[in-house]
């Protein structure tokens, strides 16, 4: 190889060599840049990581405290709804309690009522008895004393045997017409009326039998049809009387029924009332069933006097819920985050940065 071949190639070995050092210059001035913008980057990158931790921490505190909080809510709710069942299961004994005393009570009252009725209903019965008795005394003594008036007035032409029969006639009156002094008490202002005309009625005649024949004829005639008038009006006020009795007897049978109904209605209420509250503590043995069987496999169930608030059995999904929201942030961060270790028993300890 000649020597102008060397130094040709000499040259451009120069060449080569100084545009590599200029490659190598640029290149070194690239990687400065890319150094500074990769310091630039980190420390940016830092910052937002650093940024993003403190407010994943600050979250995940936060829901630490809305956790407790609402588990403390849950254990109010929870000593509240057993306060207020035990209140519901004692207002529901003595409402039981109170039940079987007014029934008790309701019972012993109506066969009491029931008992006063039946000889209030007896005694009005004897007394109308009483008192219809009485009447027929009465019909029978003015029958009596009409036959024998009317008897005495045939006889009328005997002057004699008039004026010795009738203080006859007068005293048998007032001796049929006497009444014990018991019988007056119990009877009514009609016979007392009528047994004050019957006296006055004899009394009327007695002095009229003392007159003269002929005056003492139409004296007897007037008295007869005094007599027959009263012994209409008494036979009517019998009829009435006998009429009043029946109806009496007619609403003291309709009355009886009526009791006899009102005490089968009550038999039959008393027993559909203890229908009722075996169908009601059937039902509670079924919520309890229910309610046990729902806390035996750990998820949630209303009862009948829950609020709609979950139990903390029923609180583990949310919780786990909450768990996959914060990892997936986490995932989701840049490779460079830095992801809080949770601690051991994750009741309320706060966060630390691994």
Do not use: W
Not at 127 to 152: C, D, G, M, P, V
Request: include cysteine; glycine fraction near 4%.
């Amino acid at each position: 190889m000649t020597s102008d071949e060397l130094r040709r190639e000499f040259v451009s070995l120069c060449c080569i060599s100084a545009s590599l050092a200029e490659e190598s210059a640029s290149l070194q001035a690239d990687i400065s840049a890319l150094c500074k913008k990769s310091v630039k980057f980190q420390q940016s990158a830092e910052i937002e990581e650093d940024k993003l931790t403190n407010q994943l921490l600050r979250r995940l505190q936060n829901e630490e405290l809305q956790k407790h909080r609402f588990h403390d809510q849950i254990l109010r709710e929870e000593r509240a709804r057993q306060q207020i069942m035990d209140q519901i299961t004692e207002v529901r004994r003595q409402t039981a309690e109170l039940e079987g005393q007014l029934t008790y009570e309701h019972e012993s009252q109506r066969m009491l009522l029931q008992r006063k009725l039946v000889d209030v209903a007896r005694k009005m019965i004897e007394l109308e008895r009483q008192l219809l008795n009485e009447r027929q005394e009465h019909l029978s003594a003015l029958t009596t004393q009409l036959a024998y008036i009317k008897s005495e007035s045939i006889g009328a032409g005997a002057d004699g045997l008039n004026e010795g029969r009738v203080p006859l006639a007068n005293h048998s009156l007032l001796a049929t017409n006497h009444v014990p002094v018991d019988a007056l008490q119990s009877s009514s202002h009609v016979n007392n009326d009528e047994r004050s005309s019957v006296v006055l009625s004899s009394e009327a005649a007695a002095p009229s039998a003392q007159m003269t024949p002929g005056s003492s004829t139409d004296d007897m005639y007037g008295t007869v049809v005094r007599l027959e008038e009263q012994l209409k009006h008494l036979r009517k006020q019998h009829e009435a009387a006998m009429a009043v009795s029946t109806t009496n007897q007619t609403l003291c049978t309709e009355l009886g029924r009526s009791l006899e109904s009102i005490q089968q209605a009550a038999f039959v209420d008393k027993a559909r009332t203890l229908k009722l509250r075996e169908e009601l503590q059937e039902a509670k043995r079924r919520v309890a069933e229910l309610g046990e069987s729902a806390q035996k496999c750990g998820c949630y169930f209303p009862s009948d006097d829950s609020s709609g608030i979950m139990t903390p059995k029923g609180s583990s999904f949310t919780e786990e819920r909450r768990r996959e929201i914060t990892t997936g942030l986490y995932q989701r961060c840049p490779s460079g985050c830095v992801q809080p270790s949770y601690s051991a028993s994750e009741s309320g300890e706060e966060f630390r940065p691994g």
